[in-house]
């Protein structure tokens, strides 16, 4: 039995290179894709906009100071021109917050860096209240105990 090897498949026609789908296309590549998106009635940014998660959207309604439970489930081009600007102007002001610390590590202990001396005063302090609070609940509970006793002894009589 002979296994035939396959040829693959020419990247070529009539000698000319054909781009892959995730290559550029020039000119004529980016007027198809305006065409296509045209014909759908949807902008790439629209596009994009309606994918993004419910968290993301609410944060870039929240930018824009559009009520994000009112915005939440519409479609970007259901918005009126004026809230489509916002949505806009939120969207380049969070790129550029984006940016501003995109060379950063954002790691916890960059924001919540822990204060050792602090931390012990209040600790003591955490343990004092904690002996007092114990203290008041040991005495309620004596008292507790006192009390069913003496109701224990005047049901018995």
Request: charged share 25%.
């Amino acid at each position: 039995m002979s296994l035939a090897i396959k040829k693959p498949l020419s990247n070529t026609i009539n000698n000319r290179a054909i781009p892959a789908a995730n290559e550029p296309h020039g000119d004529v590549g980016r007027e198809a894709i305006a065409a296509m998106r045209k014909m759908l009635g949807k902008t790439s940014a629209a596009s994009k906009f309606d994918k993004l998660t419910a968290q993301q959207r609410a944060l870039v309604f929240f930018a824009a100071r559009l009520k994000p439970s009112e915005y939440l489930n519409r479609p970007l081009l259901s918005l009126s021109t004026n809230e489509r600007e916002a949505v806009r102007q939120s969207l380049i002001a969070l790129i550029d917050l984006g940016k501003a610390f995109s060379n950063m590590p954002l790691s916890r202990e960059q924001f919540i860096a822990p204060r050792k001396t602090k931390l012990v005063a209040q600790n003591s302090e955490c343990e004092v209240v904690s002996k007092h609070v114990d203290d008041e609940l040991n005495s309620i509970s004596q008292l507790a105990r006192e009390l069913m006793s003496e109701l224990d002894n005047d049901l018995k009589h």
